[in-house]
């Protein structure tokens, strides 16, 4: 029996012993490691620091333990795909593929996935430790410096909980360390509804608030970044339970699994009802988002003189492709390189020419051209998409600045062995890494310094968390609390996001020209629920979507709106290939370089042009699982929870039904099992 109480404790990893600390063995210079004891750590500022500095490394590095399946580094702090910049990827944003949009792929595990504890274990003992010692003056050091530590402990314990609310939504939340023993443990493993959840990370973040300033250096996290974090919990929350109102995907919807255990059974909500719940957390995004928003202007998108040679240099641009982005005002926090310091990152360096990926036909589509028109719309001005650097006249900078046409592509060209065709995009090569798999290449933080763009050597920043983000998320929120009003507050935001855009600040006039039937044939979040949007809305949820162009938040979008629902058999389509520009792929001899064959499709390097005048990545040959598009179900809004955890909190051992756990809406207790 102890042996089990053991694995328990391994699953929640709630025991009280030191290993925790292992995590600042080269922190620790008073005593030698063997001899190092609670009483005597955490005592001093820079214990402080040293604890919480292992936390940021860890985000940086995270992977998860079930790849391909959607997961994020908690808000954007890493990426466990190599580049946050390829995050979108799979989404209709981007070109990719992903276990989630196919049924079979996608299983229960017997053991690791979302559900573990190793940092909030970590986390907690931190806090239960320096927080008694900082309310009894104990702790030694600047009390500023102090108050700052402690506030970045519950903003990571924020960040971690976050990013299992995504993933598994309703969880346990356990705030201490607790004794090993099967009554302790499997108490604490009991998952708590997602709604209280969701109000203990706002907790957390406003003790992070009311501790920590915006004095510390943006490589750190700050009460801007906490506001800017919470923004963001309280509208994922909202609008996740606006949006699966009523299904087993929320507390008290129908077929809810909580409801079948005694621990949850009749369960009210805090605030009295569901209604109010989301009430609740659209004034909290609300009120975090409009104090970082009153605050903080957005960065400028003029042209200014970058040196005395006199090439130009776009502030907007170069926020997020510069070395230190911290002289601008809307980054709030970054991650910084350093070749001088051995640290620099090599995950950019194929986005450079491609990536094996690339912004789709239906992205393109949704820009807005300078008048605030949309493309379809009579008297846009829009110049078409048979050449793609004609997709860029007279369009939303965010699209001319940050997707990179052919003639754009990356310095190394210059010295590559790879034979390259400026005017047309490099779709056919056999390194597929240093190619665009649909022409549109992504360009934010694309360094326009030749030396960021060798393998390995890569010093651009990365911005963690910034203004526009607070501007976006109060808008929403607002719209949604004042059912369907924009207010003053959310009119100043939105003006000051299109004109930094170069788009007609007016949103009046892009509304009433939007057709939501021709919206949706190249936007998923045109829908929630299967039903289309008003068309004010739309633009909203428009707005986030340029804005975010390439910074990985398109899929944690999606799952909150419930915009996928309606997925049975989508294609992505690339570039227009199949039209004018395809006289631009020929050798030397004329021969043409796109190869398809239906008989023989061993060669094939791009699709048929029977299927559609845009390639389509995933048809290039009829055995890519992907070729009938995607489809989506319901089930992989959530990840399921592997078998084990089951089976070591069940009274016998043995009998996962018996566990206090219940496994997500749609999905087996089975390891490989599918959903249901």
């Not at 404790?9 to 709630?14: E, F, S, V």
């Not at 702790?139 to 402690?150: C, D, F, P, R, T």
């Not at 912004?359 to 028109?373: A, D, I, K, R, S």
């Amino acid at each position: 029996m102890k042996n089990r109480y053991t694995k328990i404790a391994k699953t929640l990893l709630l025991g009280c012993s030191l290993f925790a600390l292992a995590a600042c063995n080269d922190f620790l210079d008073e005593e030698p490691q063997a001899d190092v004891n609670p009483e005597k750590y955490l005592q001093t500022e820079t214990q402080l620091q040293s604890y919480v500095n292992k936390y940021y490394a860890d985000y940086d590095n995270w992977k998860s333990d079930d790849d391909n399946k959607g997961g994020m580094i908690p808000s954007h702090w890493g990426s466990e795909n190599g580049s946050t910049y390829k995050d979108d990827n799979a989404t209709d944003n981007q070109q990719g593929t992903n276990g989630r949009y196919l049924k079979d792929t996608w299983t229960v595990g017997q053991e690791g996935g979302k559900w573990k504890f190793t940092n909030i274990y970590a986390l907690n003992y931190y806090l239960q430790t320096v927080v008694p010692r900082y309310e009894a003056g104990t702790l030694s050091g600047n009390e500023a410096n102090i108050k700052q530590y402690i506030g970045e402990g519950y903003f990571l314990r924020a960040l971690e909980y976050f990013y299992r609310l995504r993933e598994l939504g309703d969880f346990p939340i356990v705030k201490t360390t607790l004794a090993d023993n099967q009554e302790a443990l499997t108490e604490a493993s009991k998952r708590r509804p997602r709604n209280e959840v969701a109000r203990f990370i706002l907790e957390d973040l406003d003790n992070a608030i009311s501790l920590m300033t915006n004095s510390p250096a943006k490589t750190r996290v700050t009460r801007n970044a906490a506001l800017v974090l919470k923004s963001r919990v309280a509208l994922f929350e909202a609008t996740w339970e606006k949006y699966h109102a009523n299904t087993a995907l929320v507390p008290n919807g129908s077929g809810w699994p909580g409801a079948a255990k005694e621990y949850n059974a009749g369960y009210q909500f805090p605030s009295g009802s569901a209604e109010n719940e989301i009430t609740f957390f659209l004034e909290q995004a609300m009120d975090a988002a409009s104090q970082v928003a009153d605050a903080i202007q957005l960065t400028d998108n003029s042209q200014v003189i970058r040196d005395e040679a006199g090439k130009a240099k776009n502030p907007y641009y170069d926020m997020f492709a510069s070395h230190d982005p911290s002289s601008y005002s809307e980054v709030i926090m970054y991650r910084g390189y350093s070749s001088a310091l051995s640290n620099t990152h090599h995950f950019n360096h194929y986005l450079y020419s491609g990536g094996n990926t690339g912004y789709t036909h239906q992205f393109e589509q949704v820009f807005l051209m300078q008048n605030g028109l949309p493309v379809y719309a009579p008297g846009s001005g829009y110049e078409g998409d048979d050449y793609i650097p004609d997709t860029k006249i007279n369009r939303d900078w965010r699209w001319k600045l940050f997707m990179k046409a052919p003639e754009e592509a990356k310095a190394v060209d210059n010295i590559s062995a790879i034979e390259y065709f400026p005017k047309a995009p490099r779709l056919y090569i056999s390194d597929a890494k240093n190619a665009t798999s649909t022409g549109y290449i992504q360009g934010k933080g694309y360094s326009l310094d030749y030396t960021d763009q060798v393998l390995g050597q890569d010093q651009t920043a990365f911005v963690v968390y910034r203004a526009a983000e607070a501007y976006l998320n109060y808008i929403e929120a607002s719209y949604l609390k004042n059912n369907g009003t924009i207010d003053a507050k959310a009119d100043s935001y939105w003006r000051a996001l299109r004109t930094r855009a170069g788009v007609n600040p007016d949103y009046q006039t892009t509304i009433s020209a939007t057709d939501m039937s021709k919206e949706a044939l190249n936007d998923w979040g045109a829908y929630s629920h299967g039903q289309l949007i008003d068309a004010t809305l739309y633009n909203i949820r428009r707005e986030r979507r340029c804005e975010f162009i390439g910074e990985g938040f398109r899929y944690m979008d999606l799952c909150r709106w419930r915009a996928m629902d309606q997925l049975n058999g989508y294609q992505l389509e690339g570039s227009k290939i199949f039209g004018p520009m395809k006289s631009l792929f020929v050798d030397g001899s004329g021969s043409s370089l796109l190869q398809y064959d239906q008989e023989d499709q061993s060669k094939n390097n791009v699709s048929s042009p029977s299927l559609s005048d845009y390639l389509r990545p995933n048809q290039k040959t009829t055995t890519n699982q992907y070729y009938n598009g995607f489809h989506f179900f319901e089930a992989h809004y959530l990840s399921p929870i592997a078998v084990r955890h089951f089976l070591i909190t069940s009274p016998d051992g043995k009998t996962a039904s018996d566990s206090p756990i219940y496994q997500n809406p749609g999905w087996p207790i089975v390891a490989g099992a599918t959903c249901e």
